[in-house]
């Protein structure tokens, strides 16, 4: 639930930032206030997701990551829900 919904924690974040439409009201919406996941959902993007964007974060090289990047995207792609209706959003099937 977390990773299916954090688009909508995100815009929270970020949404008044990119000219998108402010709608970082939608995480309070009943339907994902009842469920049990919606702290853990709030927390994730507030501790660590949003955190990922902050443009003076001391990070690696990207060539530090491309071995591991590599690695994974040569694996068989998969998706974690058949009927997900983002399935083939990202060219995998």
Not at 20 to 27: I, Q
Not at 28 to 33: A, G
């Amino acid at each position: 639930w977390v990773l299916e919904q954090h688009e909508v924690f995100q815009m929270y974040y970020y949404a008044h930032k990119t000219g998108a439409e402010d709608d970082r009201h939608r995480r309070e919406h009943p339907d994902l206030r009842a469920s049990p996941h919606w702290q853990a959902c709030a927390d994730f993007c507030e501790k660590w997701d949003q955190a990922a964007f902050d443009p003076d974060y001391d990070s690696l090289p990207l060539e530090f990551f491309e071995p591991m990047v590599r690695n994974v995207l040569s694996r068989e792609p998969f998706w974690w829900k058949h009927d997900h209706p983002k399935r083939g959003a990202c060219g995998v099937t």
